[in-house]
């Protein structure tokens, strides 16, 4: 269900929910509605006063109510109607929303692509990198693509800072950053882009035709310091991010790395320590992060998410391996990378 809502006296409306069957569906101011003020005569109506509730049909006849809450008072009918649920979701049906949630994209979210520069060359595989806000306020908590069944996570919340100037009163903003490589089939097929809500619900962003081919035509290659961000996701199990290095390729020696790492589902990790090679070297956890805690507001200890170590790399290189372990549990990898080491100085004594 979507639509518009507005008090026409006392507090203005903050919450929206509907009730079917004795099950609650929590639903959000999600869009602007600059026209209703003048529509029905009230300048000084609220703009963001369009709404989105998704509600569970089940199968035979039921009263559905829209209900809405002003302030503290208690919550009031603003409509009623009955529904019936199908035995079934017909394909056309979940075409009729994805067309629906895609019409609204634009006025729910702001959203940006800094690749690709054209949609459809064809390529072998297809790098995508932008960012995606929420106009509401409200954390986005994951994008991933579609190309038919497959389907390819995203880095996301990679940190873009003028962003944060630009909509401050966005705190999800500052890491609205994204980033991810999806291979093509050969031929022509349809990419969807969809975000990941709070309450763990997919809803579709963006989508366009793409072309697939067996010789990569794009010559579109990865700076660099960012090819870090098109590699595979970490497994489901792991939401996390490295501030440092900004430059894995760069030779080092002493390497500081640091960042973030919540737990998605399961017993929450306890402790973290990396590896090179057979060196195991103590990491610092549990470092203060309010901007994690806040853009993982479900999951536990997202607040203490930080961490840092540092790691001493061998002259002929090795690969980095971060490792978590929740209470009386195993060690499990989280992220890793091939790292180099920093080769000795003509003539200096080691």
Partial sequence: MSGWCVAKDGPPITAIRARLRDRTFEGSFDRERAEVGAYIGMPDAPRWCGFTVDVEVPLG??????????????????????????????????EQRREADLAYAPARYFF?????????????????????????????????????????????????????????????????????????????????????????????????????????????????????????????????????????EKPAHYLRVSGWCVTAYGDPIRELRARVGRNIFRVRFGIVRPDIGAAFELQPNARRSGFSTLVIVPRSGGTFLLEGRASSGTWEAVFSRRVRGKPSQPGRKI
């Avoid at 008072?73 to 649920?85: H, I, L, M, S, Y």
């Fill in 112 to 248: 940006w692509f800094d690749r690709p520069d054209r949609w459809e060359r064809p390529t072998s595989t297809l790098y995508i990198s932008g960012w995606a806000i929420d106009r509401s306020g409200k954390w986005i908590h994951g994008i991933r693509a579609r190309v038919g069944s497959r389907k390819y996570p995203a880095h996301f919340g990679i940190e873009r800072k003028h962003l944060a100037q630009t909509h401050p009163d966005l705190p999800s903003a500052s890491r609205s950053g994204f980033a991810l490589a999806v291979p093509l089939p050969t031929g022509k097929s349809t990419l969807l882009l969809e975000l990941k809500q709070t309450n763990g619900s997919w809803h579709p962003l963006f989508r366009h035709p793409v072309v697939g081919t067996t010789e990569d035509e794009s010559n579109a290659s990865v700076p660099p310091e960012g090819a870090t961000h098109f590699e595979p996701a970490a497994p489901a199990r792991f939401a996390f991010w490295c501030d440092r290095p900004l430059d894995w």
């Fill in 61 to 94: 006849k039921g009263r559905l109510e829209l209900q809405v809450a002003q302030g503290s008072e208690p919550w009031q009918k603003v409509f009623a109607t009955d529904v019936r649920g199908p035995v079934f979701v017909s394909a056309a049906e979940l």
